[in-house]
């Protein structure tokens, strides 16, 4: 009966029935402003758009019904503690990582991790150990942390002091995250798991395990990729001793606005509240409509829809919620289906890569939808069934950049220049530059530019993918060696 209560929103929907004059902020005085935003989104909205008055508690030091909010989410998702995150989840991982490690300790994890955790490690100053992901060229993407060279990573640093995981990756793929937790525990490595598209794995037994089922220590979850509040909010999970409470309230309180959005904690407060209750439920008729979405995808010739048996024959889970839709055999890349799907159909997918195009179901996917989306694929299948053309396969070498030194040392401490793309050759990062989304980077500060990274970034530019980088001219940025080996001799 506890978690069918709201405490934060139902507070603040409280605080919208008194008639006080307001003095405080923010501007427009609970909706008092009259412009084209309040015409469109309407008063609510903004009699909701509050900053922490009397009886609404604060999100830094939260006593009242942000707390009692917070425990019941950490209830609901298996944990110890929660916290609301109105940064994303971006600021979670980032809160984990320095909560985690200090500035040239070790912290062992996948390469094909968000820019978030790159953030993380320039802002800790800790030295990433990568584990290479098992690496799909007939999909082009790349896929969990095997086990064993997870074991192996563990074995060969034994100084490391935590484990990150994502669980699952942007696509839904999820490694054996038990096993890797218990086995990083046995040597008290903290285990920090990136869930941010697995935030509704806690309620149903036929999506992979959960971080906190798993015993991990932390994990941040994007609640609004997944059920429902509202686009930046996320929460932050936390259990067992190896981190404590005041650890995580002193760096959140360190990298959080002061002015945290109740819409966003509302938002939270709410989705929280319908996934218990109803999220068994729901995710049994979407896990149900995927798989019927599937099979319908697999009687269009020339396009394939992924069916999750494909990855656990590599002995790796999926979230059964996404659809991964192989389009390349239509002569076509996933950013042109991408772009004709919407442009054509209004079919709007989460992101394309070289092969494939994924498409997100959540609890609030119809049939419909399902429809539309099949419908669609017809149509683009029929356009471009006779075509010839051979889309080339990624991640040909199975290879990342190699890495010279830490991302926050090259990021922050390092001398810079900036040169053509076409130069950068064998030049070391002081960047990270990705596309986006899923904002992967392809090459981080610190690693090394090889040719490979130059020719992928050449055709996602070709492609018209949105590329994410400190530069806006064509140049990126770069040590600048001649003056940073310089520096080094010197001291």
Same mark, same amino acid.
Request: aromatic share 8%; proline share 4%.
């Given at each position: 009966m506890k978690q069918n209560k709201t405490p934060f929103f139902t507070k603040l929907k409280e605080y919208t029935t008194f008639k006080a004059a307001h003095f405080d902020v923010p501007g427009h005085k609970m909706g008092k402003i009259n412009d084209e935003f309040k015409e469109y989104v309407g008063q609510n909205t903004l009699m909701l758009d509050v900053n922490a008055p009397r009886g609404l508690d604060t999100l830094n030091h939260p006593v009242g019904v942000i707390k009692e909010a917070q425990e019941l989410l950490a209830e609901a998702f298996f944990a110890e503690h929660a916290y609301f995150l109105t940064n994303g989840t971006s600021q979670g991982i980032m809160t984990m990582i320095m909560a985690a490690v200090r500035a040239k300790e070790k912290i062992i994890m996948p390469r094909n991790v968000h820019k978030s955790i790159i953030n993380g490690l320039i802002l800790s100053g800790a030295i990433p150990i990568f584990v290479k992901p098992v690496m799909?060229?007939?999909?082009?993407?790349?896929?969990?942390?095997?086990?064993? /060279?997870?074991?192996?990573? $563990?074995?060969?640093?034994?100084?490391?002091?935590?484990?990150? !995981?994502?669980?699952?990756?942007?696509? *839904?793929?999820? /490694?054996?995250?038990?096993? $890797?937790?218990?086995?990083?525990?046995?040597?008290?490595?903290? !285990?920090?798991?990136?869930?941010?598209? *697995?935030?509704?794995?806690?309620?149903?037994?036929?999506?992979?395990?959960?971080a906190m089922q798993a015993k991990a220590d932390m994990a941040a979850c994007s609640t609004h990729k997944t059920i429902g509040s509202l686009t930046q909010s996320s929460v932050l999970l936390l259990q067992g001793k190896r981190i404590t409470p005041a650890r995580i309230r002193t760096i959140l309180n360190i990298i959080s606005t002061t002015s945290p959005s109740s819409l966003l904690m509302g938002s939270i407060d709410v989705a929280r509240k319908n996934i218990y209750n109803h999220g068994k439920k729901e995710l049994d008729r979407i896990i149900a409509l995927t798989a019927d979405t599937r099979e319908r995808i697999n009687k269009i010739s020339g396009i394939k829809a992924i069916l999750p048996t494909y990855f656990k024959e590599s002995k790796f889970e999926y979230d059964l919620t996404k659809i991964i839709i192989k389009v390349s055999d239509l002569g076509i890349s996933g950013f042109e289906a991408y772009k004709e799907l919407f442009d054509e159909s209004r079919i709007q997918v989460e992101l394309a890569e070289t092969h494939l195009i994924l498409a997100l179901f959540s609890i609030a996917s119809s049939q419909q939808d399902a429809d539309q989306l099949v419908e669609a694929l017809e149509k683009l299948a029929e356009n471009h069934r006779k075509n010839k053309n051979i889309v080339k396969k990624i991640f040909i070498n199975n290879t990342f950049p190699e890495v010279y030194t830490r991302p926050r040392e090259a990021a922050v401490h390092a001398p810079i220049k900036y040169v053509l793309l076409e130069e950068a050759i064998d030049e070391i990062a002081a960047e990270s530059i990705m596309i986006y989304p899923p904002g992967i980077p392809i090459v981080i500060p610190g690693e090394i530019m090889c040719k490979s990274v130059i020719d992928d970034l050449k055709f996602y530019i070709e492609q018209g993918s949105t590329i994410l980088s400190d530069t806006e001219d064509g140049t990126v940025k770069v040590v600048d060696k001649e003056i940073w080996f310089k520096w080094r001799e010197e001291q």
């Amino acid at each position: 009966m506890k978690q069918n209560k709201t405490p934060f929103f139902t507070k603040l929907k409280e605080y919208t029935t008194f008639k006080a004059a307001h003095f405080d902020v923010p501007g427009h005085k609970m909706g008092k402003i009259n412009d084209e935003f309040k015409e469109y989104v309407g008063q609510n909205t903004l009699m909701l758009d509050v900053n922490a008055p009397r009886g609404l508690d604060t999100l830094n030091h939260p006593v009242g019904v942000i707390k009692e909010a917070q425990e019941l989410l950490a209830e609901a998702f298996f944990a110890e503690h929660a916290y609301f995150l109105t940064n994303g989840t971006s600021q979670g991982i980032m809160t984990m990582i320095m909560a985690a490690v200090r500035a040239k300790e070790k912290i062992i994890m996948p390469r094909n991790v968000h820019k978030s955790i790159i953030n993380g490690l320039i802002l800790s100053g800790a030295i990433p150990i990568f584990v290479k992901p098992v690496m799909d060229a007939d999909l082009g993407i790349a896929n969990g942390m095997p086990l064993e /060279s997870v074991k192996q990573a $563990i074995l060969e640093n034994p100084d490391a002091k935590a484990v990150f !995981v994502i669980n699952p990756t942007y696509f *839904g793929v999820a /490694s054996d995250l038990k096993t $890797i937790v218990d086995f990083a525990h046995s040597y008290d490595m903290v !285990v920090l798991v990136d869930e941010a598209h *697995g935030s509704h794995f806690a309620f149903n037994d036929q999506l992979p395990i959960s971080a906190m089922q798993a015993k991990a220590d932390m994990a941040a979850c994007s609640t609004h990729k997944t059920i429902g509040s509202l686009t930046q909010s996320s929460v932050l999970l936390l259990q067992g001793k190896r981190i404590t409470p005041a650890r995580i309230r002193t760096i959140l309180n360190i990298i959080s606005t002061t002015s945290p959005s109740s819409l966003l904690m509302g938002s939270i407060d709410v989705a929280r509240k319908n996934i218990y209750n109803h999220g068994k439920k729901e995710l049994d008729r979407i896990i149900a409509l995927t798989a019927d979405t599937r099979e319908r995808i697999n009687k269009i010739s020339g396009i394939k829809a992924i069916l999750p048996t494909y990855f656990k024959e590599s002995k790796f889970e999926y979230d059964l919620t996404k659809i991964i839709i192989k389009v390349s055999d239509l002569g076509i890349s996933g950013f042109e289906a991408y772009k004709e799907l919407f442009d054509e159909s209004r079919i709007q997918v989460e992101l394309a890569e070289t092969h494939l195009i994924l498409a997100l179901f959540s609890i609030a996917s119809s049939q419909q939808d399902a429809d539309q989306l099949v419908e669609a694929l017809e149509k683009l299948a029929e356009n471009h069934r006779k075509n010839k053309n051979i889309v080339k396969k990624i991640f040909i070498n199975n290879t990342f950049p190699e890495v010279y030194t830490r991302p926050r040392e090259a990021a922050v401490h390092a001398p810079i220049k900036y040169v053509l793309l076409e130069e950068a050759i064998d030049e070391i990062a002081a960047e990270s530059i990705m596309i986006y989304p899923p904002g992967i980077p392809i090459v981080i500060p610190g690693e090394i530019m090889c040719k490979s990274v130059i020719d992928d970034l050449k055709f996602y530019i070709e492609q018209g993918s949105t590329i994410l980088s400190d530069t806006e001219d064509g140049t990126v940025k770069v040590v600048d060696k001649e003056i940073w080996f310089k520096w080094r001799e010197e001291q």
